[in-house]
């Protein structure tokens, strides 16, 4: 029987190394998964797997994930799994994150000719605050494209859209996003 | 701020809005608005299903719909392992299990019927939320051979799950014999799909005595850990440039890139030299080392798919300039002569 995830996070902060093993067991295939459509590369989704294991390891304590290890989890891959994506400069998967990445400017691009200093934490707060206000399909579909990083075709098919019609419902709410922004005087 | 770092600060996103996005639900398509004047003849149509459904599940069994007690468990993305069938864990279905299995009809989940109810194949003994242990489970009717897809029992409904394959590790020093034997192979094997790096499909070979020769190879080669193949990378980096702009580094066995864009004319003669006169970069623009590294390493190596009669998928990764075979948990390594007889059959 696998441990749960508050045998696993005690596990962590009595510095037992089994948590790990318990860790992978339960969630290795998601993390990796996440690694790798990030990364778009067996090895180094293996190697962000196991970077982000080792994350976690320092990060409980003081972090105390017990009813959210999973979504603890998968921002620490998420993270490292952007940043050896950036820095590997891996030809095709630098080409995703950046047309990622410029569909996000559209988001802060302010129509202000004032280029104003962003606090990235009251951004990341107005930016879920926008979120949790919308209907849950749409909130889904832009985490599902600007957190896991998924293809637009993919999340057509699993939303039983037309790619079209994803990719004008993120348009139009990132147009909506940087309205947003630009109320709350963010950007 | 830029869009990249906006990106990056994505992952301080709320933990309920990861938790609820980290398994897409299945949304039905909601074009209601548009066909409201449909609505009292679908009313009429929804009533005869019924009385139909009626009539065809009359011995009591249930109808293979979405419930919310599926949704629910596919939306916790739970997964589950079954008695009969050890170290092999069952997921829900994701978008690419959904094309591959067929169940997908014009971008919309199909609703399976009584008739997709194949053979008992196992009771769930695991679960992760405990909600479907003693659970039983079929094969899908349409793959009744596979075990890669099968329906679970719930209370009111059936829900789908799929596996990959065996949670397999190979110690360092082993060959990939044992883990191969586990999804029995060579005998089991079905075909193997060879994928270009740019992920393009360029070859399925079916040929028994391919596949055998194939797996004859790959079971030869034995675990030797990154550390090795990584210094065979760098050493064709210092060939081909003739600079220690990529090392490896010793104490922890990986790659290491110097901080340094290479100008204009090297770039122009590596375009040349190495890319076979495709140009990747505009003119003008710098180059990284590692798109040089990446382009260099990468640009021969494959992606293997290989699909046994159970439904299981093992996935490969050959790069030739590292001689090694990613796959599991391990670098396999291969010979020049086992490299010359794959390719022979590969490509």
Same mark, same amino acid.
């Given at each position: ?29 998601? &993390?990796?998964? &996440? ?18 294991? *080792? ?18 989890? #998968? ?15 891996? *030809? ?7 047309? *990622? ?19 990235? @934490? ?34 057509? @098919? ?9 990719? #004008? ?19 | ?11 301080? =996103? ?31 149509? =929804? ?24 949704? %629910?468990?596919?939306?916790?993305? $739970?997964?589950? +392992? ?14 690419? /299990? ?45 793959? !009744?051979? $596979? ?23 190979? !110690? ?22 060879? +994928? ?35 210094? %065979? ?13 990529? +090392? ?51 640009? /021969? ?13 093992? %996935?490969?990764?050959?790069? !030739? ?27």
């Amino acid at each position: 029987m696998r441990s749960t995830d508050g045998d696993i996070v005690d596990m962590f902060l009595e510095r037992n190394e089994d948590a790990i093993n318990a860790t992978s067991e339960k969630y290795g295939r998601r &993390i990796r998964n &996440i690694a790798f459509r990030i990364v778009g590369n067996i090895q180094t989704a293996e190697e962000c797997e196991n970077d982000t294991y *080792l994350e976690a390891w320092n990060r409980i304590p003081p972090s105390e994930p017990r009813t959210y290890l999973m979504a603890f989890l #998968s921002r620490i891959a998420r993270t490292i799994s952007i940043n050896r994506s950036v820095s590997d400069h891996r *030809l095709k998967r630098f080409a995703y994150i950046d047309e *990622l990445s410029s569909e996000m400017e559209q988001c802060i691009a302010s129509s202000s000719s004032v280029e104003k200093e962003v606090d990235a @934490k009251l951004l990341i707060e107005a930016i879920c605050s926008f979120l949790k206000k919308q209907p849950k399909e749409k909130r889904v579909i832009f985490m599902r494209r600007y957190y896991y990083l998924e293809k637009t075709s993919a999340i057509a @098919k699993c939303f039983g859209y037309k790619e079209s019609s994803i990719r #004008s419902i993120l348009f139009r709410m990132r147009n909506e996003l940087r309205e947003y922004l630009e109320k709350e005087e963010i950007i | 701020m830029k869009g990249k770092d906006l990106l990056k600060l994505m992952s301080e =996103a709320d933990v309920s809005l990861i938790e609820e996005s980290e398994n897409a639900p299945q949304v039905e398509k909601k074009k209601i608005s548009k066909m409201a004047w449909l609505l009292p003849l679908a009313g009429v149509v =929804a009533i005869v299903l019924l009385i139909g459904v009626g009539v065809l599940f009359q011995n009591g069994k249930k109808q293979t719909s979405m419930s919310s007690e599926e949704k %629910r468990h596919e939306d916790l993305g $739970y997964g589950i +392992y079954l008695d009969t069938i050890a170290g092999v864990e069952f997921h829900s279905a994701d978008a690419e /299990d959904k094309i591959r299995y067929g169940l997908l009809s014009d971008g919309s989940d199909i609703i399976l019927s009584q008739s997709d109810i194949g053979e008992y194949i196992g009771t769930v003994s695991d679960d992760r939320g405990q909600e479907l242990v003693g659970k039983k489970a079929y094969h899908y009717a349409k793959y !009744p051979k $596979y075990n890669s897809i099968i329906i679970v029992e719930l209370e009111d409904s059936y829900a789908l799950f799929c596996a990959y394959g065996y949670s397999v590790d190979v !110690p360092l020093g082993d060959s990939l014999k044992d883990a191969f034997t586990k999804y029995g192979l060579p005998e089991k094997g079905v075909k193997i799909e060879v +994928y270009d790096h740019n992920e393009k499909l360029i070859r399925t070979i079916t040929e028994r005595s391919d596949i055998e020769q194939i797996v004859e190879i790959l079971v030869s080669c034995n675990n030797i850990g990154y550390t090795e193949p990584n210094r %065979r990378l760098v050493q064709a980096w210092n060939e081909t440039y003739g600079n220690d702009y990529v +090392y490896l580094d010793e104490k922890s066995g990986t790659i290491k890139y110097r901080d340094i864009i290479i100008d204009q004319t090297i770039q122009e003669s590596i375009s040349k030299s190495s890319f076979g006169g495709v140009e990747t970069k505009s003119e003008g623009e710098r180059l990284p080392v590692e798109d040089m590294a990446d382009e260099l390493w990468h640009k /021969d190596s494959l992606e293997l798919i290989i699909e046994v009669s159970e439904g299981y998928r093992i %996935r490969l990764n050959y790069c !030739p300039l590292a001689r090694k075979i990613s796959a599991f948990n391990g670098a396999f390594d291969l010979t020049e002569e086992k490299m010359k007889k794959l390719d022979a059959l590969l490509k």
